[in-house]
């Protein structure tokens, strides 16, 4: 499922990356990879707060849709 509709508060496991590889190298240097445990914080108006290791990312809904978990 695309990040914008997965569970508020569930730890999840990054499946997939539907992305360019420019767009790639842009998760890969903020730590989100295949395989890679994220935590969303929270859901705003399609934007999405995550935890992921020991920060907080903010991903814009264009770019969230694009990471499958």
Do not use: C, Q, Y
């Amino acid at each position: 499922m695309p990040l914008p509709i997965a569970p508020v508060g569930e730890e999840l496991t990054v499946k997939k990356v539907l992305a360019d590889e420019a767009s790639k190298r842009h998760f890969e240097s903020l730590g989100i990879t295949v395989g890679t445990k994220l935590t969303v914080l929270s859901t705003v108006g399609g934007n999405v707060i995550v935890k992921v290791l020991e920060g907080r990312l903010a991903i814009d809904r264009a770019l969230a849709m694009k990471i499958l978990v």
